[in-house]
Structure formats: structure tokens, C-alpha cells
């Protein structure tokens, strides 16, 4: 696949001690990816000959960029056009792939699927799915069906559907086909098609692509702004035809022009009354068409950021895969522009850009500002390569990153400040110091700790109170509600954004003016039923979990406790008994798990880890279904007379081991490995030693029991089999008349996904597709599976790219001191595409309310209306009777509960609390837990619940009680 990209101002630079040299020599980016520059005369014939994609951008020789378009397009294949500008503060996208363009993957989401439960015999048949779960189906997707019982001519076919309901879709006439009986599975299909471009002459006069009634729009806020840039740009494109130059720097004769060419523009379509399609604006927005004249010959690192990461997703979409944009992309935000006069005489700095659109003030204060940044992965590196070009923190300033990670090899496809040789490396420490190298002046520091309750002695109340804001960078959900309550504490702005694949979102927080993190109702985490888990998957996620919840057992938590118990045999087994008392399988689990290590660790041998896999593959593969089979035979009924295997519930096979079979042999391998790992030998890496060895263990015949085991997630009986007792005391008593050697040491591990030689992830993979095998399902290749085993968060380079340069204009929107209705969250979604800039929402507002169904009666907010980000603060030395006189007098209110967290200090419901009314809240404190307050805390958050005179509860803001060491 062969791009080329004709001049660019997508490109940053280390700055060294002989001036500026090229990045990507100095990084060596040639390693990633092959680049050839190209100084001759282009030509072309020679892009048509050597390319499968062009992109021109900052490039406005309008009549040139036609004649290559019509070329490139016309060609047997057609060659993709795209081009790209960045002009200040406003930047546009066309892409042309030519009259046909075919695509087979229009948004990269996993084809999804559904449990049949019912089909009718009629014209059109209705398809009923199970109530589990919605199908998740739109009109016009085309589904295959298989597993289907009964109605067994529709296996394998494909129909259109058109959408009834959430569990129901219709398909095409089913009246000949025989009735339906059970089970079922429907699968969409993606199918090819094909979409249309126009060329670039024509979608300049009509810039609607073919099938579309509008261009886009990416901001609800500027209705009507896509098509006053399209006219701008056209009269741009004038501009540069009549004096072979861009309009110079804050020059106003030179806008003034492009104002008057607009107004021709205008003023010509107007008289082409018989052209649909054509833009005919009612008044040209003056104010507009001189914000692109002023600033048209600056780039700044955020936008460049912005409209590179879209650029090259598009550039990807020439595959096939994904929906291209059709056809412009046209979006500015001068609104980041600053109020008033700024001083704009360029400094001879590489600032000067910024110097220009925003003034001298604003690059001072850059250089000046405190920030935090939370986590150095694919946003945080994206974050201090902006910083760097920026200016941030190059002066007075300060920027600290921490992230508590090490680089791995996966991280190396999208975390473009790593290099294989930082591997290992923290991840902090790199980013900074090549941030550094970008930019010498850059006033940086790496720290390598979490951000959490346990490192609140580093991260304390002097370090936050003493920062301009904060930036999150983190991928997960827990670690944002943390910064994020940090902030709303301390009072201070937090820029969130985050990725997922080809999918972002970046939300501004406020003081006092938006909402917090925490306010916003984050979609709930997808989570997998145990029973599904543990006894009937029915999707090769549950069998990816499973194998993956088993290796944790078998091979990380088993040796942690035979070396637990090796040096402890006694107090290590009382302390499990003591977790699982009235858990007998599972308690019979550990013990057997603890026996087995201290058995063979005296034993260790490669025949003996062999054997160990080949037992382990016989229990999970073979014995384990065959009990399950009998205890629900295929037949077996549930209490109401339905089939118990129906449904989600798909009837298990038991799978014979097969030494040929290639899943069979690579669970093998894999197993003993680890095994081998474990008991401090080498790896075994003949295959066919393997394959021998594994032939001459002999394996129990399988004799069923009596067992408990759970229906679904409702049933409260605990699981068991008719044994577990004996079985139990005999193996306590055994280990415990054991006297193992305290010496000896088993290798105690963690799971590690990016490590392709320790067998991990070959493990899980077999594994999890020997119990999809079990259970019929489709299986899964490897890299899928790493993916979810290892909780690969997918992040791309250039959605990443995209969503930090969008953060990038708010940072500088917070910095020039605009107010919140200026500001923009964005959401979106590349493949699509699509952009959705909003105006982050106010706070939530407390009120007063007549009935409450948590404390069951009225409640009064105290103070009325007051948010998230209000505080009662109060100057400490106090007594909890002067805290409490404070409330009384202030608020009218009667104190009844004060708790710091979890820790309940005062209740006045119970007795002996008169004696903490005389001392102050750090000395309750030291009584209850034994230690003093700690001296890096100057305040105490407290949260307090209190009466009105009349004795309705109130709700009231934390109280930050500032102690005064």
C-alpha cells in the first residue's frame, strides 16, 4: 500500500544544537514505516503510476489540483485523491475515491449475533430472539442463520431484514419451509457496496456528495457555517490564483479582498438559479472570511494534530474498510480566538504562530502555566509532543506526567515517543525526556506512581493546590473518577478525553461552571453471568473469560499458595479454610492445587509436566463436561416442561484428546511450559518429545457423581459434589502431616500478555477455543483472543492524534480565560465519520424536594442550588461543638452525622458521643485509628447530615476543614 503526501504541515521537528533537523531521522522512524522524499518535479503521470493514495495538502494551486484529480480518478483503478489544509484556526478535508468506490467494512464493529427462540412459518417470516438481550439489528442488514432446528433450510442462507422490535426482525417468505423446532443462531453479514465520489471541479461548485443532502456538521452551535467556508475557500483558491500567495499575516487589505472575492462567489451562484445543489448564502459572514484571511499562513500543533489524524484515517480507508468521508470536511474555531487587542508582533521564536493568533500575552501565560498530566500511553505522548511544540511550560511553568506502567511491545504501534529499546523503561521517564529533546526549554517532570488514595502523601494538598489544571490521560474508568474528585476538591479544570479503536471523546470540567466527570452516567461495563461463565457460554467472550479466570487459578494463584504454605503449612491452610468456610468445592480446589504443587516440585521433571497438562486438558475438556451432561442429560426438562438446553444454554460435547489435532497439541505444549516455568526447569521445546510423552500418561477413567450445580444466576444452592467433605479432610490432614521444605521455591508469576515466548497467551488462546469447541461455537484466532484476554484497550495513532489536538484548542481556550458556553466536548467516530462538538453541560444544581426516596421524606438543600464544586470551609483549630455552633448559626441546622469516608466520627443517635464534642476532628481521628493525621493533609473532607429546626433532613455541601497543623 503506497501513499504519497505532497508538502505538509504535519510534521514536527527536534530542535538541536546546528538548528532544526528532520523527526523522523532523529527518531528513527524508519524502522516503523518506509519513507522516500521526493524533490524532482511531480508530475501525474508519476503519481498515477506509483501510488494507491495521494494527499496534497496546504497546496493552492487550485487548477493543478484539478488536472491531478481528474487524472488520478480516470485511471483503471482509480487513485485516491485527497486533499488537506490547515489555514489558522480553520482547516478542511476532501477525499475523492474515484465514480465507484467499493466498501466491505463500513464501521469496524464486530458483526453481531443473536439466539433465535422462535421463527413463524409465513410470508414474511418473524424471527423471535431470545429476551436476554436485544439484537442489536438495523433495517437493511443482511443475516445468515445456523444451528437452526427443525427449519433447517434457512441454515446458511442470507436475508434482508427489516427490524419489528428489539427481539424481533422479519426475513423473506418462510410458509415452505418446515416448521421450527428449537436452538438457532442469526449472524449479520457484512456485504460489499458501493458508493460514489464527485470530482474535485464539480464538488467545488456543488459540494453535496452524491446520496447526501448536506455536508457535514460537526457543531450544532454553527448551523450553516460548513457552507460559508466552502464559499470562503473557493474565493480562497481566487486569492492564490491572482496573487500566487495566501493572504499575509493579519494584513487587512489582504482580507478585505477575500471578503470582496466571497461576495463574487456568492453573488455568481445566486444567478445560476437552475443549479440544485449550488451554496446561495443570504449575507456573506464578513467576520468569518477575515478570520481565515488573517491567520491563513500560521499552523499551530493542535490543529495540525487534529486534521493529521483524520487525514491519515482517511488515507486507511482506501482498503475498503470503513466509510469514507463524503466529501468535505470544513470546521473552525475562532472562538478560541482572544477578546479584545492582544500584542501580535511576531517575536522571531518558533511561537510566532502563536504569537500571531493569539498575542505575546497568551504565549507568556503558556509558558508560565502548572499542569498535571495523569498517564504517558497513547494520549499522554500525543499530549507532551503537543506540549512541546506549544511552548507549555517552557518559561516559569511546569508540567509533571506520571504513569506507574513500563513500555511494552504493544505499545510500540500508537506511542510514537517509544522505541523498542525503551522497553521495560517507564513509561513517564521516556515520554519526558523525548518531549524534552523536542523542545529543550520544556520544563518537565517524571514521575512514576499512581494516581490513587494510597499515593496521596506524593500527590497531596500542596501539589494540587498548586496547579493550573489538570490533564487525564488514563484508560479506565476508576482512575478518571479519582483525578476527577481530586479536581472537584481542589477546584481546579481537568481535560478529559479518551479513545476505544476509531472512536473518542474529550470532555471540558469546569469550576463551578460545567459538570464534573463524576456527574456524567458513564455506560455500564458489559459484565458476564457466572452460571454463563462457569457453565454455559455461548459466545467465545465467555470462553476467552473462562480460560482466562482458569489460567489465574491454576498457574498464578496455585503456586502462591503451595509457596504460602511450603513456608507456613499450618497458618497457610487455616487461613484458607478461614476464606472459604462454608465453600467446600472451592476449598477442595485450593488444597488440590496446594498437593499438587508440593508433590511434583518434588518430582520436577519434563515428563512430569507432560503429564500435568495432559491431566489438566482431561478434567477441563472431558470430565468436566460429562459431569455437567450428567447432571442436565440433553433431555432434561426444566420444572416448567421447557428443554433445559434451549435457548442460551447450548448442549456441551465432550472432547476426546487427539495428539494430531493442533488445538489439542498446543494446549499440551503450552500447559507444560508453564508447568516447566514453575518448577524452575528449562522450556521444552521439542514438540515431538512432547507429543511422545504426552501418549504414555494414563488418564482415570471417568466415573460420574452427584453434584450440585447452579441453573442460572437466580439459584441460591450452593455448588458441590457428593464428596467434597471426605475429600476435603482427607487432603487437610494430609498436608498438614506433611513437612515440606521451607527452602525449596516455586517461580510465582503474573500474567503477561506482551511476552510471546512464556506461553501466556498460547495457553489461554487453545484453551478458550477448546471450550468454545465443547460447546459449539465458532472459534477464535489468536490475536483476537489476546486482544480480550489481555484487556488491549484498542487505541489507534490516528484517532489519538485527533482527539488530543481537539483538547489542545480548549487548553488554549483555558489559558486566554474564556467562559464555558466557548468551550467544546467532542465526540467521535472516524469510520463512520462522524463529529459531534457540544457545549459542556452546567453543573447539577442541589434542590429542595418534597419527597426523597432514599431517606423516604423532604429534603432542603443547604445552601439552595449549590453544586459539586461547593465547599463550606472552615479554619480549623475548631472543636466539633464549634463546628457544630458554626452550623447552627449560619445555616439553621442541627448536626447528626459526620463521617471522613468510610470513618463515622460523630452520631448523635448513639451513645457516648457527648465525650467527642470537646475535641477536634483530627484528634477523633487519632483516638479511633491510633494514628495522627498525617502532616502532608491541610484540610479534612467531611461530609455531614444535618436537621432543619423543624426536623427535615437536609443535604449540604463537603466541608473542607483546613486543619492548621
Known amino acids: 500500500f503506497y501513499s504519497f503526501i505532497l508538502q505538509s504541515s504535519f510534521f514536527f521537528f527536534f530542535q538541536a544544537e546546528d538548528g532544526i533537523r528532520d523527526a523522523q531521522e532523529s527518531r528513527g522512524l524508519g524502522d516503523v514505516y518506509k519513507r522516500q522524499n521526493y524533490d524532482q518535479e511531480i508530475t501525474k503521470e508519476y503519481l498515477a503510476q506509483n501510488f494507491d493514495v495521494v494527499v496534497f495538502t496546504d497546496f493552492y494551486d487550485v487548477n493543478r489540483l484539478i488536472e491531478f484529480n481528474e487524472h488520478l480518478r480516470n485511471q483503471t483503478k482509480p487513485v485516491g485523491f485527497i486533499l488537506g489544509g490547515n489555514l489558522g484556526l480553520y482547516g478542511y478535508t476532501f477525499v475523492d475515491y474515484g465514480p465507484q468506490f467499493s466498501i466491505h467494512d463500513p464501521n469496524g464493529e464486530e458483526p453481531r449475533s443473536t439466539i433465535i427462540s422462535e421463527i413463524t412459518r409465513e410470508n414474511p417470516g418473524i424471527v423471535t430472539t431470545h429476551e436476554d438481550k436485544r439484537h442489536g439489528f438495523e433495517d437493511g442488514d443482511v443475516v445468515t442463520f445456523r444451528e437452526v432446528q427443525g427449519m433447517e433450510e434457512i441454515n446458511g442462507q442470507r436475508f434482508k431484514i427489516k427490524v419489528i422490535s428489539p427481539h424481533s426482525f422479519s426475513i423473506g417468505d418462510t410458509s415452505q419451509f418446515n416448521e421450527y423446532s428449537r436452538e438457532g443462531i442469526a449472524e449479520q453479514v457484512k456485504e460489499p457496496f458501493n458508493i460514489q465520489f464527485k470530482n474535485l471541479k464539480d464538488s467545488l461548485e456543488i459540494p453535496v456528495a452524491p446520496g447526501k443532502d448536506s455536508l457535514e456538521l460537526c457543531d450544532w452551535e454553527k448551523i450553516g457555517r460548513p457552507e460559508e467556508l466552502h464559499l470562503t475557500l473557493v474565493a480562497f483558491y481566487r486569492f492564490y490564483q491572482n496573487h500566487q500567495r495566501v493572504p499575509q499575516l493579519n494584513d487587512q487589505a489582504d482580507a478585505d479582498r477575500l471578503v470582496q472575492l466571497v461576495n463574487e462567489v456568492n453573488q455568481e451562484n445566486k444567478s445560476k438559479m437552475e443549479v440544485e445543489g449550488i451554496i446561495k448564502l443570504d449575507e456573506v459572514n464578513a467576520d468569518v472570511v477575515r478570520n481565515v484571511a488573517l491567520y491563513a499562513n500560521t499552523v499551530i500543533s493542535p490543529l495540525a494534530s487534529f486534521w493529521g489524524g483524520i487525514i491519515a484515517q482517511e488515507i486507511v480507508k482506501y482498503t475498503g474498510k470503513f466509510t469514507p468521508l463524503r466529501q468535505w470536511l470544513h470546521y473552525e474555531c475562532f472562538e478560541a480566538l482572544p477578546e479584545g487587542q492582544v500584542n501580535r508582533t511576531a517575536t522571531n521564536t518558533r511561537y510566532d504562530d502563536y504569537v500571531i493568533i493569539f498575542g505575546q500575552e497568551f504565549v507568556s501565560k503558556l509558558q508560565n502555566t502548572k499542569a498535571f498530566l495523569v498517564g504517558a500511553g497513547a494520549l499522554g505522548c500525543e499530549f507532551i509532543k503537543m506540549f512541546a511544540l506549544m511552548g507549555f511550560a517552557c518559561g516559569k511553568g511546569q508540567l509533571r506526567c506520571t504513569d506507574d506502567d513500563n513500555i511494552e511491545i504493544s505499545n510500540l504501534n500508537r506511542q510514537f515517543l517509544f522505541r523498542k529499546e525503551n522497553v521495560g523503561s517507564s513509561k513517564a521517564k521516556v515520554a519526558c525526556d523525548v518531549g524534552h529533546r523536542m523542545n529543550p526549554y520544556l520544563q518537565v517532570e517524571a514521575l512514576k506512581a499512581r494516581v490513587c488514595e494510597e499515593t496521596e502523601e506524593l500527590f497531596n494538598d500542596f501539589f494540587w493546590e498548586n496547579l493550573d489544571f489538570v490533564v487525564n490521560a488514563v484508560d479506565n474508568i476508576k482512575a478518571r473518577h479519582y483525578v476527577d474528585s481530586r479536581c472537584v476538591f481542589y477546584g481546579k479544570p481537568l481535560f478529559e478525553s479518551g479513545t476505544l479503536g476509531t472512536k473518542c471523546n474529550s470532555q471540558i470540567i469546569l469550576p463551578h461552571e460545567t459538570q464534573s466527570y463524576g456527574e456524567s452516567q458513564d455506560p455500564p461495563e458489559d459484565s458476564i453471568p457466572l452460571c454463563t461463565l462457569k457453565n454455559f457460554p455461548y459466545q467465545i467472550e465467555h470462553t476467552i473469560q473462562w480460560a482466562r479466570d482458569f489460567f489465574e487459578g491454576i498457574f498464578v494463584e496455585g503456586p502462591k499458595d503451595c509457596q504460602a504454605y511450603l513456608t507456613n503449612p499450618v497458618g497457610q491452610l487455616d487461613t484458607i479454610k478461614n476464606e472459604l468456610q462454608d465453600k467446600q468445592a472451592s476449598l477442595r480446589g485450593r488444597l488440590e492445587s496446594i498437593k499438587r504443587y508440593a508433590t511434583y516440585l518434588n518430582e520436577a521433571s519434563h515428563e512430569n509436566c507432560i503429564k500435568l497438562a495432559r491431566l489438566l486438558f482431561q478434567d477441563i475438556c472431558h470430565d468436566m463436561i460429562a459431569q455437567l451432561l450428567h447432571s442436565f442429560p440433553l433431555d432434561y426438562k426444566t420444572e416448567s416442561g421447557v428443554p433445559f438446553w434451549s435457548g442460551p444454554k447450548r448442549p456441551p460435547q465432550v472432547i476426546t484428546f487427539d495428539p494430531e489435532d493442533e488445538t489439542h497439541l498446543s494446549f499440551i505444549e503450552s500447559a507444560a511450559n508453564i508447568f516447566a516455568y514453575i518448577f524452575n526447569l528449562p522450556y521444552i521445546k521439542d514438540i515431538n518429545y512432547i507429543k511422545q510423552q504426552t501418549q504414555k500418561v494414563k488418564v482415570k477413567e471417568f466415573k460420574p457423581k452427584q453434584a450440585v450445580i447452579k441453573e442460572n444466576d437466580q439459584d441460591?444452592?450452593?455448588?458441590?459434589?457428593?464428596?467434597?467433605?471426605?475429600?476435603?479432610?482427607?487432603?487437610?490432614?494430609?498436608?498438614?502431616?506433611?513437612?515440606?521444605?521451607?527452602?525449596?521455591?516455586?517461580?510465582?508469576?503474573?500474567?503477561?500478555?506482551?511476552?510471546?515466548?512464556?506461553?501466556?497467551?498460547?495457553?489461554?488462546?487453545?484453551?478458550?477455543?477448546?471450550?468454545?469447541?465443547?460447546?459449539?461455537?465458532?472459534?477464535?484466532?489468536?490475536?483476537?483472543?489476546?486482544?480480550?484476554?489481555?484487556?488491549?484497550?484498542?487505541?489507534?495513532?490516528?484517532?489519538?492524534?485527533?482527539?488530543?489536538?481537539?483538547?489542545?484548542?480548549?487548553?488554549?481556550?483555558?489559558?486566554?480565560?474564556?467562559?464555558?458556553?466557548?468551550?467544546?466536548?467532542?465526540?467521535?467516530?472516524?469510520?463512520?465519520?462522524?463529529?459531534?462538538?457540544?457545549?459542556?453541560?452546567?453543573?447539577?444544581?442541589?434542590?429542595?424536594?418534597?419527597?426523597?426516596?432514599?431517606?423516604?421524606?423532604?429534603?432542603?438543600?443547604?445552601?439552595?442550588?449549590?453544586?459539586?464544586?461547593?465547599?463550606?470551609?472552615?479554619?480549623?483549630?475548631?472543636?466539633?461543638?464549634?463546628?457544630f455552633d458554626h452550623f447552627g448559626e449560619k445555616y439553621q441546622v442541627s448536626i447528626s452525622i459526620v463521617s471522613l469516608g468510610k470513618l463515622v466520627i460523630f452520631n448523635k443517635y448513639q451513645k457516648g458521643m457527648e465525650a467527642r464534642l470537646v475535641k477536634r476532628p483530627d484528634e477523633i481521628v487519632f483516638d479511633m485509628t491510633g494514628e495522627k493525621y498525617p502532616a502532608h493533609k491541610k484540610f479534612i473532607e467531611m461530609e455531614i447530615s444535618a436537621e432543619t429546626a423543624d426536623g427535615v433532613d437536609c443535604v449540604l455541601p463537603s466541608l473542607k476543614y483546613v486543619i492548621n497543623h
Request: glycine share 4%; hydrophobic share 40%.
Open 716 to 883: 441460591t444452592r450452593e455448588e458441590k459434589t457428593e464428596d467434597d467433605d471426605v475429600v476435603v479432610n482427607d487432603l487437610t490432614n494430609y498436608l498438614k502431616s506433611q513437612n515440606p521444605d521451607s527452602s525449596k521455591k516455586l517461580n510465582v508469576f503474573e500474567f503477561e500478555k506482551d511476552d510471546d515466548s512464556n506461553y501466556h497467551i498460547d495457553f489461554i488462546s487453545a484453551c478458550a477455543n477448546l471450550r468454545a469447541r465443547n460447546y459449539k461455537i465458532p472459534e477464535a484466532p489468536r490475536h483476537k483472543i489476546k486482544m480480550i484476554a489481555g484487556k488491549i484497550i484498542p487505541a489507534i495513532a490516528t484517532t489519538t492524534a485527533m482527539v488530543v489536538g481537539a483538547v489542545g484548542i480548549e487548553i488554549v481556550k483555558r489559558v486566554l480565560g474564556k467562559p464555558a458556553g466557548q468551550f467544546r466536548n467532542l465526540f467521535s467516530n472516524l469510520a463512520l465519520p462522524l463529529w459531534l462538538f457540544s457545549e459542556p453541560l452546567p453543573p447539577n444544581r442541589q434542590k429542595d424536594k418534597d419527597y426523597d426516596e432514599v431517606l423516604m421524606g423532604p429534603i432542603k438543600a443547604i445552601p439552595p442550588n449549590f453544586t459539586v464544586w461547593d465547599r463550606i470551609t472552615l479554619e480549623g483549630p475548631q472543636t466539633l461543638k464549634q463546628i
